[in-house]
């Protein structure tokens, strides 16, 4: 496995959680790790996480509060 060269956080499930979005800029494969619980914090990585173009980019728009 290649190392998470970026990190974002955003709600991407609609859950209303902060998730954790990582990518390795080498392989273009992202990784989501969703929210669970926030007492205690808990993520569990997603099965069906994406893969990109060598040359995407991490953007996660700010969170509705």
């Known amino acids: ?4 060269h970026l990190v974002a956080t955003a709600v991407v499930d609609a859950d209303g959680r902060d998730d ?26 997603s099965t069906n996480s994406p893969k990109m173009s060598e040359k995407a980019s991490l953007i996660a728009p700010d969170s509705p509060q």
């Open 1 to 4: 496995r290649g190392a998470a």
């Open 20 to 45: 954790l979005v990582t990518m390795d800029e080498t392989t273009g494969q992202a990784t989501v790790f969703r929210q669970t619980s926030s007492s205690p914090l808990a993520f569990v990585r």
